[in-house]
């Protein structure tokens, strides 16, 4: 059962097990079709195509966050209708990465399906080794999946705000440096971040060839950040909820598990004015 990551190698090796299942989760914040028309143009034989806005979030309130999650319902229909049922090994890819398939590998541990995984080195590695690709369509046979939901591995906002000064959790922000400091800010219309929170760029997981540094590596600086905090009092957030997943998924490759999201993030921190920013 790999659970973390898995390398290109280890996935080519199992593209004709009808318990493994991958998933492209390629996407563009910038360009909402530009995932889909990239996997319509070319993908990992037998993939399955999620999409981040329609597959993997839910309805916006205007108050929850710009990728709120879908209720678990929801989206264990949707995977079953792609295939997925609760026995299979699940892995996720994207181009960018990690940090979309990461939002898939999240959700699915939190629907309680703990055979997923993340390719390692995503879509790009895979082509840097050669390996097949397709335009084919997949061949689907729908499955009924069973959840077993662990809300626990999910805070909310109330929470954040009840612990804010008490030193009882420490949030880290996976945005970019600037977006932390409220500089450059592109996508939410306040710029800044949770008061007393901790950044860690999620880029910072990753080596120059887009693979995730080693377990060791990750440790050593995750523990340096946390200044030795146990992973059970770490929040992770990012802009949505997205970013925020891929240093769960380092924390955990890195053997630093327990720790938790906060999906609706810092969009969602800022819909109610009343709540404070730093800067």
């Not at 629907?111 to 390719?119: D, K, N, S, W, Y």
């Not at 080596?207 to 992770?236: I, Y």
């Amino acid at each position: 059962m790999f659970s973390t990551l898995v390398s290109v190698e280890e996935l080519a090796g199992h593209l004709n097990d009808s318990d493994w299942i991958v998933c492209d989760c390629r996407h563009d914040l910038t360009s909402y079709d530009a995932g889909r028309d990239a996997f319509d143009q070319s993908h990992i034989p037998g993939a399955r195509f999620l999409h981040l806005d329609e597959d993997l979030s839910g309805p916006k309130t205007g108050s929850n966050g710009r990728h709120p999650l879908p209720h678990p319902r929801s989206f264990a229909l949707r995977l079953g209708a792609l295939g997925v049922d609760s026995a299979k090994q699940v892995i996720a890819y994207d181009a960018s990465g990690g940090y979309y398939a990461a939002r898939l590998w999240w959700m699915l541990r939190w629907i309680g399906h703990t055979r997923a995984a993340v390719l390692d080195g995503g879509w790009d590695a895979w082509n840097a080794s050669a390996l097949p690709v397709t335009s084919e369509p997949s061949s689907i046979q729908p499955a009924a999946y069973t959840l077993r939901p662990r809300p626990e591995l999910s805070v909310d906002t109330a929470f954040v705000a009840a612990h804010l000064t008490d030193g009882a959790i420490t949030v880290v922000d996976a945005r970019s440096s600037d977006r932390f400091r409220g500089e450059n800010e592109s996508l939410d219309p306040i710029g800044g971040h949770i008061p007393g929170a901790e950044n860690r760029f999620f880029r910072l997981n990753l080596e120059a060839d887009g693979r995730f540094k080693q377990p060791h590596v990750l440790k050593q600086e995750f523990t340096g950040l946390l200044r030795n905090a146990p992973p059970s009092r770490v929040v992770h957030q990012c802009g949505s909820g997205v970013t925020a997943c891929h240093n769960l998924l380092a924390m955990e490759h890195a053997g630093l598990s327990g720790s938790r999201l906060y999906p609706g993030s810092w969009s969602e921190w800022i819909s109610d004015r009343s709540r404070p920013v730093a800067r």
